[in-house]
């Protein structure tokens, strides 16, 4: 339990650790920018989540999982061809933005969009599926220190939204570089491979369902850009980006966990620890939710200035997604990459854009955030609730169709029990 404890915080910081920087430079970015620019940020910001997924095609958990596969090697270079393919189309399309002369959201959207795409290019998978998290941490901290002073030092010197992006975006480099090299060390040299196929026909339903998560979840507010005017999504981002800090201390549950789900993957004991895992983050996001709404208004006023005081009851009703995102994002990287399955993921996609699009379209008779926030958290329970079930089903049918699976090893046993 206590090497559980500690590989969920390492991945937690290293993963995720863009969000407790954030926590530092929230309040230098909201006083410098105001609610309108802190709305373009969030416009960016979602954009970065959008380009992420596209670029490493929202499998990482997928391939992480088979590095000890004889055919690793060719699964390596295979995913930095299409990863490399896939960001060369995103920088393009942000030069030519550039060049007509794209202002506004869809400048931050094509910003976002490259800055997500270089964080993607980096060999972190391979380091998640060895287990490997105190290398992970400290080279994703590399990162966010950079990022950290590459923001303290430049935004106040050129105060927009570009230039935040930029700072994220660049600081990411760095991880970039020194996970390729520790993966050639580990690895051997990275050989491309024009081997796609496999690559493809494993991410494709992961990608499509990734994106449309993202497209409602983390990176909603390039959506929501429609119908809210930049005032409006600037309170929004407010609640939503101390909310998506929140869930970045929980995601790293299901990727700690993950190696460990892959040792056993069916039988008694895959099914004790799937269980055990779902109840331990809905405790732990339960308790996040509660604390969150009551100490919503000093965190507002603390991190973001009067200014932004409305963002208070949004931030309350945004706390309670918590343990929504929290069970989704275990069974979506811990429980489903184990056993290699994706349709799961995809037809929990498809439930939660359906309720997103429903809200949105609400919100645009409406014109209120308020509609816009209650849509949100619908849609992230209605998708919680869909794969906790949907699992739970499946996990009792292939006990019922292999019995003998049932039957635990005592090696089976003792990981359980870990």
Excluded: K, N
């Amino acid at each position: 339990m206590l090497r559980l404890a500690r590989d969920v915080l390492l991945v937690g910081f290293g993963t995720y650790g863009q969000f407790l920087v954030t926590l530092v430079t929230l309040p230098l970015t909201a006083r410098l920018l105001g609610t309108e620019g802190v709305g373009l940020v969030a416009v960016g910001m979602s954009a970065y989540f959008l380009g992420s997924v596209l670029v490493d095609l929202g499998a990482t958990q997928y391939f992480a999982a088979r590095v000890d596969d004889p055919d690793i090697t060719q699964v390596r270079g295979a995913y930095a061809v299409v990863r490399s393919g896939l960001f060369a189309v995103l920088v393009v399309a942000a030069l030519l933005g550039w060049a007509l002369g794209v202002e506004g959201a869809a400048r931050m959207i094509l910003l976002g969009a490259v800055a997500g795409g270089i964080w993607s290019l980096s060999e972190d998978w391979l380091l998640i599926g060895r287990g490997r998290f105190g290398a992970s941490t400290a080279y994703q901290a590399a990162g966010r220190v950079a990022y950290l002073v590459a923001l303290v030092v430049l935004l106040p010197q050129f105060p927009t939204p570009e230039v935040a992006l930029a700072c994220l975006g660049g600081s990411s480099i760095v991880t970039v570089i020194v996970t390729g090299v520790d993966a050639d060390r580990h690895f051997g040299r990275l050989v491309p491979s024009w081997r796609v196929g496999e690559i493809l026909r494993t991410a494709a339903p992961v990608l499509a369902s990734r994106l449309l998560l993202t497209g409602y979840g983390q990176g909603g507010a390039a959506a929501y850009s429609t119908v809210l005017d930049a005032v409006s999504l600037g309170l929004f981002s407010a609640a939503d980006r101390l909310v998506r800090a929140g869930q970045s201390v929980l995601d790293p549950i299901g990727f700690a966990l993950l190696p460990r789900m892959t040792r056993i993957r069916d039988g008694q004991a895959f099914r004790a620890r799937t269980m055990q895992g779902a109840a331990g983050c809905l405790a732990l996001a339960v308790v996040a939710a509660a604390g969150l709404t009551l100490v919503a208004p000093l965190v507002i006023r603390i991190v973001y200035g009067t200014e932004f005081a409305e963002a208070t009851d949004l931030l309350r009703i945004l706390a309670w997604i918590l343990p929504a995102t929290t069970l989704t994002s275990y069974v979506t990287t811990a429980v489903l990459p184990a056993q290699g399955r994706t349709s799961t993921v995809l037809s929990g996609a498809v439930l939660g854009v359906t309720l997103a699009a429903s809200a949105l379209l609400i919100t645009s008779v409406t014109g209120s955030v308020v509609t816009m926030v209650v849509g949100v958290l619908v849609s992230e329970w209605a998708v919680a609730l869909w794969f906790v079930a949907t699992t739970a089903r499946t996990v009792l049918r292939r006990e019922s169709d292999h019995p003998d699976d049932t039957i635990s090893s005592h090696d089976d046993r003792r990981e359980a029990t870990r």
